[in-house]
Nanobody, 125 residues
Framework: LVQLEESGGGSVQVGGSLRLTCRAS????????MGWFRQTPNKEREPVAV????????YYADAVKDRATFAPDEGENTVYLQMDNLNPDDAGMYVC??????????????????WGQGIQVTVSS
């Protein structure tokens, strides 16, 4: 089993920045995908960014690709998502996910087996 702990988020003004952190613990495969998804009111998970821990490749949703950075952070099995120039469409529940051992990653949530509790992001004008 893998556990995910998210931190960061909160309330941000339009045009501001946020940094979300996700730490994985438990049995964590060295080669895996980690991702941030935004959960819609009907519980669907829209991809924001995915990171291939094995080779460092990153994948971003079109809506954030020019203003987001998803990368490993200091600390074991920890990653961060930095988003800049936030707008009201960025608001929502952000959920961190990870896959089992895999060499292939993309923006699809179907590969992800483990999820965090989610963290709320509010964007205000």
């Amino acid at each position: 089993l893998v556990q995910l702990e998210e931190s960061g988020g909160g309330s941000v003004q339009v045009g501001g920045s946020l940094r979300l952190t996700c730490r994985a613990s438990g049995y964590v495969p060295a080669r895996r995908c980690m991702g941030w998804f935004r959960q819609t009111p009907n519980k669907e998970r829209e991809p924001v960014a995915v990171l291939n821990i094995g080779d460092g490749s990153t994948y971003y949703a079109d809506a954030v690709k020019d203003r987001a950075t998803f990368a490993p952070d200091e600390g074991e099995n920890t990653v961060y998502l930095q988003m800049d120039n936030l707008n009201p469409d960025d608001a929502g529940m952000y959920v961190c996910g990870t896959t089992g051992g895999t060499l292939f990653c993309d923006l699809s949530s179907r590969r992800f087996a483990y999820w965090g509790q989610g963290i709320q992001v509010t964007v205000s004008s």
